[in-house]
């Protein structure tokens, strides 16, 4: 099993950037591929980015591509969502997501363990 804690969140203005930081827990956490979702206030929980367990292939969702950038270093167990150019539309909680394979897609239920999520609010 491995738990996750997000931070980082905050309140930014339109155009700037934030980084998120998700802290795993577990001597293994190099063996889980991670997802970044995000869910806005009456949304579905959307998906973001993703990256596989070794950091060598990363997905992104359209809205963010070009400006979001996911990374990870295994030996501090955390894995990274670099946010620039903000936009208000981006807007939600954003929650990282983990699961015991080398690669996943975009839906959330690939991911078995949850982070609890961390408030992003990005004012126009």
């Known amino acids: 099993q491995v738990q996750l804690v997000e931070s980082g969140g905050g309140l930014v203005q339109a155009g700037g950037s934030l980084r998120l930081s998700c802290a795993a827990s577990g001597r293994t956490f190099s063996s889980y591929v991670v997802g970044w979702f995000r869910q806005a206030p009456g949304k579905e929980r959307e998906f973001v980015a993703t990256?596989?367990?070794?950091?060598?292939?990363?997905s992104y969702a359209d809205s963010v591509k070009g400006r979001f950038t996911i990374s990870r270093d295994n030996a501090k167990n955390t894995v990274y969502l670099q946010m620039n150019s903000l936009k208000s539309e981006d807007t939600a909680v954003y929650y990282c997501a983990a699961d015991l394979r080398k690669v996943a897609g975009p839906s959330r239920f690939e991911y078995a363990y949850w982070g609890q999520g961390t408030q992003v609010t990005v004012s126009s």
């Open positions: 990256i596989s367990w070794s950091g060598d292939s990363t």
